[in-house]
T-cell receptor, first 113, second 119 residues
Framework: ELKVEQNPLFLSMQEGKNYTIYCNYS?????LYWYRQDPGKSLESLFV?????AVKQEGRLMASLDTKARLSTLHITAAVHDLSATYFCAVADYGGSQGNLIFGKGTKLSVKP | GAVVSQHPSWVICKSGTSVKIECRSL??????MFWYRQFPKQSLMLMAT?????????EQGVEKDKFLINHASLTLSTLTVTSAHPEDSSFYIC???????????????FGPGTRLLVL
């Protein structure tokens, strides 16, 4: 059974600081996603990581994937208040229902001025 | 990019009634759609996989007779919560799979969600 663990679950940080969110998963998968969710809203796709060593960057967010370690990271650089949201990683479970996604519990990020 | 819509956005109903939620892929055809449920401050949990032209596949612990799924066309899947109770109050999110011509290339697009409150 595929399990996805995110760490930390809550994160409060000052503007301008850097931090990394970690996503570990338990079995082999070739597809990892990062999503952002604002309160009361659905999911906004941030990154799709498809191969070992993949690194993608968009603005102040950078995601990487190490399939051997079964670890993905989401790095926040010089955080700003607009980044406050809940961030989910999700891993494609091909042993399940036609490739459904297994989500981590989410990391609630609060960036304070 | 691809768009998935849900209707309604909000629904409040009395206990014991049934509620239908629609999920539409607006600019692409989707043979596969997923229905997720998200309780407050929790992650998304897959409820079922909706397959066009065939029966839905339900995850363990999800009652198929309570959560009726109909994928009647390549752009529409519906979730009906039958005899809803307060514990069914949740945020229901659907997603649709867009498969491109490239082998194994697929992207999952999420709808905006439907918030259900059962009184």
């Amino acid at each position: 059974e595929l399990k996805v663990e995110q760490n930390p679950l809550f994160l409060s940080m000052q503007e301008g600081k850097n931090y990394t969110i970690y996503c570990n998963y338990s079995t082999t998968s070739d597809r990892l996603y990062w999503y952002r969710q604002d309160p009361g809203k659905s999911l906004e796709s941030l990154f799709v990581l498809l191969s070992n060593g993949a690194v993608k960057q968009e603005g102040r967010l950078m995601a990487s994937l190490d399939t051997k370690a079964r670890l993905s990271t989401l790095h926040i650089t010089a955080a700003v208040h607009d980044l406050s949201a809940t961030y989910f990683c999700a891993v494609a479970d091909y042993g399940g229902s036609q490739g459904n996604l297994i989500f981590g519990k989410g990391t609630k990020l609060s960036v304070k001025p | 990019g691809a768009v998935v819509s849900q209707h309604p956005s909000w629904v409040i109903c009395k206990s014991g009634t049934s509620v239908k939620i629609e999920c539409r892929s607006l600019d692409f055809q989707a043979t596969t759609m997923f229905w997720y449920r998200q309780f407050p401050k929790q992650s998304l949990m897959l409820m079922a996989t909706s397959n066009e032209g065939s029966k839905a596949t339900y995850e363990q612990g999800v009652e198929k007779d309570k959560f009726l799924i109909n994928h009647a066309s390549l752009t529409l899947s519906t979730l009906t919560v039958t005899s809803a109770h307060p514990e069914d109050s949740s945020f229901y999110i659907c997603s649709a799979i867009l498969r491109s011509g490239l082998a194994g290339s697929e992207t999952q697009y999420f709808g905006p969600g439907t918030r259900l409150l059962v009184l």
